[in-house]
């Protein structure tokens, strides 16, 4: 299987299929994925050791092996961060048409790694890839990425909590 050496630690491909990845993340002690969004792909990510931070829309959420899983639906913005001392490890599980690296798409990077929208534009939008709103194939499409529940993943979750 393949793996990386990152500027913000390593990952691991641990099983890979037509439609779906899953990887080990290390994040390392005061580092930081890039702030990025995908097109065509949604994740969930189970912190297994450690403790961190994550940015999902603007809104920071506390990654722990404790906690609950999250939920990163196609076109929501997020990055892990690791303020601690120690590894940060996660399993994150990518679910969609393309699970490839060529779906990242950076907005901010630390490290400079921020792509040339121009070059953004060659990999195509979601017309181009076949993906329309309200198709059923992908979660989290049919929602506005900013009506899912970033814990669950659940669309009807905010309903209910917007009606009490």
Avoid at 66 to 93: A, D, F, K, M, Q
Avoid at 105 to 129: P, W
Wanted: aromatic share 6%; with cysteine.
């Amino acid at each position: 299987m393949h793996s990386e050496i990152t500027p913000w630690g390593s990952w691991e491909v641990l099983s890979e299929e037509p439609g779906y990845k899953v990887k080990r993340l290390i994040i390392n002690p005061g580092q930081q994925t890039s702030y990025q969004y995908h097109l065509h792909r949604t994740e969930y990510w189970v912190t297994v050791i450690g403790n961190g931070e994550c940015c999902i829309n603007e809104q920071d959420h506390m990654l722990s092996a404790e906690g609950l899983p999250i939920v990163i639906p196609y076109h929501c913005r997020h990055e892990i961060r690791n303020p601690s001392e120690t590894p940060l490890v996660i399993i994150e599980i990518q679910y969609g048409t393309i699970c490839e690296e060529e779906d990242i798409i950076r907005l901010d990077d630390i490290y400079g790694r921020v792509e040339d929208t121009d070059a953004l534009q060659e990999f195509g939008n979601d017309e181009s890839r076949g993906l329309v709103e309200g198709d059923p194939g992908l979660p989290g499409i049919g929602a506005p990425p900013e009506e899912v529940d970033m814990l669950t993943g659940d669309s009807d979750a905010i309903e209910e909590k917007s009606t009490i």
